[in-house]
């Protein structure tokens, strides 16, 4: 059987202490190919601003979804991030006969699928989906860097580096932080004690 529509998916924001996780669904034309597309954690920053544009202006069709912060600390990041995937291929205008996933699991859902390991690498539909998830996400902590400052989202994407930690630390957490990670948790511990 020939597939004859194939959508890839990936997903980022799995490892932030803070913001949503997003996934992207991307499906490609074959007969527009698009040069350069790689993991997007590979390509620069430059280079990822300009494939989205070009990923967004060529693709057959893309979705771009997310599970919240609320549903993060209410499933877990791995059940949250699954259920972003599943919007994002929903959320397509044209269904897929066949599904794509970066990684080693998959959601649960009605679609032919596989999970391909280390995808965003070799596999273009997925590489797409990574960059546009990647992008979104990155300039959605752009915007909260506005609404929460002190915290640096702009510069580290919510992700825990010492800079992060050292001002969760100093601030305490945000209502963008994740409950469920363990420095935020630990942080609400030793809050509650006082």
């Known amino acids: 059987m020939k597939v004859r529509i194939l959508a890839g998916v990936d997903e980022v924001g799995r490892g932030p202490l803070a913001g949503d996780v997003l996934a992207a669904a991307v499906v490609l034309d074959e007969r527009r190919p698009i040069a350069g597309l790689a993991d997007s954690k590979k390509l620069s920053e430059k280079k990822r601003e300009a494939l989205y544009e070009e990923i967004r202006e060529k693709a057959v069709s893309y979705c771009i979804a997310r599970a ?72 959605e902590m752009v915007v909260l860097d506005d609404l929460y400052p002190g915290y640096g989202f702009a510069e580290h994407k919510g992700y825990p580096t010492r800079a992060h930690l050292s001002a969760l630390q100093a601030l305490g957490p945000s209502a963008i932080h994740r409950k469920g990670y363990a420095p935020v948790r630990q942080l609400m511990v030793q ?3 006082f």
């Open 191 to 193: 809050e509650s004690l």
């Open 68 to 139: 919240t912060v609320a549903e993060i600390d209410q499933l877990n990041i791995l059940h949250a991030s699954l259920l972003a995937m599943k919007r994002a291929v929903e959320g397509l205008h044209l269904q897929p006969d066949h599904v794509l996933v970066d990684g080693n699991r998959l959601p649960k859902w009605q679609y032919s699928s596989e999970a391909v390991i280390q995808g965003d690498a070799s596999v273009a539909a997925i590489s797409a989906a990574s960059i546009l998830a990647k992008v979104t996400r990155d300039r």
